[in-house]
């Protein structure tokens, strides 16, 4: 059974920075593409970034909404995906999903909160 | 940017009803069309992938149809579990991109 277990959200200071991690297990994580995707409350999910597998040299895709400020990245011995979130505004506050890719995101993480707040 | 416009935003329907949620893309999008299925505080489930593909353990009265631009889902019966909120996601080309979600609601 594939699992996707999200952490390190919470409350930051707009301007700081924030990682999280996502623990994959139930498949060959180095196998796949990876993504993470937000969702602010009541709103759509919103597409951040995405990383392919080895093979394909671990290239990544953003956002521009995102492009500069986050970087995902993936540690194939541990099976974990990363996104470091840096220089965070009020407006980054969602809930924060990792998905992995077979045609685009077959499945979906339960999510992480992550409040922008002073 | 892809936009992906949802309709309708709110849909009301009764059991056994046949429902239709559209998504139209601003330009094509080759039938790299996904739809996903959230229910209130869970993660977003797919339902079909690439248009027309029906992902596994999904039940056979989700289908999806479209080309182009414009793309359907319709649910040939609504059970008591599919009152929930649909989206669409469009991965023909980077950023991918959703629609705005559609928000069905038992009549």
């Known amino acids: 059974e594939v699992k996707l277990l999200e952490s390190g959200g919470g409350l930051v200071q707009p301007g700081g920075s924030l990682r999280l991690s996502c623990a994959a297990s139930?498949?060959?994580?180095?196998?796949?593409?990876m993504s993470w995707i937000r969702q602010s409350p009541g709103k759509a999910p919103e597409w951040l970034s995405f990383?392919?597998?080895?093979?394909?040299?671990?290239?990544?895709e953003y956002n521009p909404s995102v492009k500069g400020r986050f970087t995902i990245s993936r540690d194939d011995t541990q099976n974990v995906l990363y996104l470091q979130m840096n220089t965070l505004r009020a407006e980054d506050t969602a809930i924060y999903y990792c998905?992995?890719?077979?045609?685009?995101?077959?499945?979906w993480g339960q999510g992480v909160m992550v409040t922008v707040s002073s | 940017d892809i936009q992906m416009t949802q309709s309708p935003s709110f849909l009301s329907a009764s059991v056994g009803d046949r429902v239709t949620i559209n998504c139209k893309a601003s330009q094509n999008i080759n039938k790299y069309l996904n739809w996903y299925q959230q229910k209130l505080g869970e993660a977003p489930k797919r339902l079909i992938y690439?248009?027309?593909n029906l992902q596994t353990g999904i039940p056979s009265r989700f289908s999806g149809s479209g080309s182009g631009t414009d793309y359907t889902l319709t649910i040939s019966s609504l059970q008591p579990e599919d009152f929930a909120t649909y989206f669409c996601?469009?991965?023909?080309?980077?950023?991918?991109?959703f629609g705005g979600g559609t928000k069905l609601e038992l009549k």
């Open positions: 690439n248009t027309n």
């Open positions: 990383i392919r597998n080895k093979a394909n040299s671990y290239t990544t």
């Open positions: 139930g498949f060959t994580f180095a196998d796949f593409y």
């Open positions: 996601l469009q991965h023909n080309s980077f950023p991918w991109t």
């Open positions: 998905a992995k890719h077979e045609r685009a995101f077959d499945y």
